[in-house]
């Protein structure tokens, strides 16, 4: 259980994208095969650095474990953040900060126009300004401060709206 104090900074709404199953249905709080899905991680070189900035990309406050570790909780997940001294725990060399140009961080969020107009100039590098994609999302891509890909999107067309359930 997250428990999150705001410090009097307002909240925006952002969530994940809902898993669906074959049938449409939503799958948040299910298991499939006794397994859910509950978080991403991100090793940096800098904790302090990259949690600051999802606090502000999110609004979210994090939760801290020790100075090593961080979690981003959302409405469906989250977005834990580790220290780079912490990978001899999984294997000496099995993963790198600022290394990862394969993976894509989405939020869903309520306006992706407000949200470029509020982040414009505090991130490192905006990659694709709101713009409608092929399959219905008005989407936002900008890199974080290791270099991370992150794609804040509005479903815009109907058909998209109702995978999401907005």
Same mark, same amino acid.
């Given at each position: ?10 909240h ?7 898993p ?6 939503? !799958? ?16 940096t070189?800098?904790?302090?650095? @990259? /949690?600051?900035?999802?606090?502000? !990309? ?7 474990? =020790?100075? @090593? ?8 997940g989250? @977005?834990?953040i ?17 290394? =990862?140009?394969?993976? $894509?961080?989405?939020? $869903?969020?309520?306006? /992706? ?9 505090? /991130? ?12 219905? =999302?008005?989407? @936002? ?9 992150? =794609?804040?999107?509005?479903? /815009? ?10």
């Amino acid at each position: 259980m997250f428990q999150s104090e705001s410090g009097g900074r307002a909240h925006r709404t952002i969530v994940a994208c809902l898993p669906m199953d074959r049938q449409g249905m939503s !799958v948040v709080g299910s298991s499939v095969r006794g397994m859910r899905f509950v978080s991403t991680r991100i090793i940096t070189a800098d904790v302090l650095q @990259l /949690v600051t900035f999802y606090e502000l !990309v999110t609004g979210s406050t994090a939760v801290w474990g =020790n100075e @090593l570790f961080a979690e981003i909780p959302t409405a469906v997940g989250t @977005l834990a953040i580790g220290s780079d001294k912490t990978v001899p725990l999984f294997g000496a060399g099995s993963a790198e900060p600022a290394a =990862n140009r394969t993976a $894509i961080i989405e939020f $869903i969020v309520d306006d /992706v126009d407000a949200e470029y107009e509020r982040l414009r100039g505090q /991130v490192p590098e905006v990659v694709t300004e709101p713009t409608t994609m092929p399959w219905g =999302n008005r989407a @936002l891509l900008f890199r974080d401060p290791d270099g991370n890909l992150v =794609n804040l999107f509005t479903p /815009v067309t109907e058909a998209a709206r109702a995978k999401f359930a907005v």
